[in-house]
């Protein structure tokens, strides 16, 4: 897990909306559109964010998203995700 997985959540989660790479990236300070779309992939395989297949990627935080913010998954227990 990046420092940008966790503000990729965080934001999701605070919002609580479905929202495409581009917002992701125009709301998170120092978090650029390249970084997010190559997280998302990686977020979503470890079952964290659920993405829409549609032309956007609309995105939003799962349950398992918000078990890891809420300290009731560590990161260690997550598969790789990669870097």
Do not use: C, H, W
């Not at 897990?1 to 990236?25: G, Q, V």
């Not at 190559?38 to 799962?62: C, F, H, N, S, W």
């Amino acid at each position: 897990m990046t420092k940008s997985d966790d503000a990729i959540l965080e934001l999701l989660d605070e919002s609580n909306l479905t929202i495409p790479p581009m917002a992701i990236a125009f709301n998170i300070e120092n978090v650029s559109r390249p970084t997010v779309d190559r997280r998302l992939p990686k977020l979503e395989e470890a079952g964290l964010v659920k993405r829409y297949d549609d032309p956007q990627g609309y995105t939003k935080i799962t349950d398992r998203g918000r078990a890891y913010l809420a300290g009731e998954i560590d990161a260690n227990d997550l598969e790789d995700i990669g870097e």
